[in-house]
């Protein structure tokens, strides 16, 4: 008996096809990152699939190499040829490189082990 493709996907390797069942794609999810395009607009980018939706947004150039690099990289991504994490790392240095990263807030988790690690208890913020 022969094994539906996506199971036989070697461990880390993309798993961006549809598993013929219903239609959904198995894709790593990534710590999520926010974009804000030329025009204003921002999205949250945490896979494979928001981060090829990100790349037809409006970037400062297009025609930059690491732009580049991402579309295809993420494309083939999605068509099973790339390891995600391959392609999620070019589209954050494309994005880093034109500008369009807004900066991270610290979690709360990281925001209670900096309270802890304080000699006082309490964050300095507060």
């Known amino acids: 008996?022969?094994?539906?493709?996506?199971?036989?996907l070697s461990p880390g390797f993309c798993g961006g096809r549809a598993n013929g069942s219903d239609g959904e794609f198995l894709?790593?999810?990534f710590l999520p990152?926010?974009?804000?395009f030329v025009d204003g607009s921002s999205m949250t980018v945490?896979?494979?699939a928001d981060a090829n939706r990100a790349l037809n947004g409006k970037w400062k150039n297009k025609n930059a190499r690491a732009y580049k690099a991402a579309v295809?990289?993420?494309?083939?991504?999605?068509?099973g040829i790339c390891r995600p994490a391959i392609a999620f790392a070019a589209f954050k240095n494309a994005a880093a490189q034109q500008g369009l990263l807004k900066p991270a807030k610290p979690s709360a988790a990281l925001a209670m082990l900096d309270e802890l690690a304080s000699p006082d208890g309490h964050s300095k913020a507060g």
């Open 33 to 36: 990152l926010t974009i804000k």
């Open 72 to 79: 295809r990289l993420v494309d083939d991504a999605l068509n």
């Open 1 to 8: 008996m022969r094994l539906p493709f996506w199971p036989r």
């Open 46 to 48: 945490s896979s494979i």
């Open 27 to 29: 894709m790593s999810r």
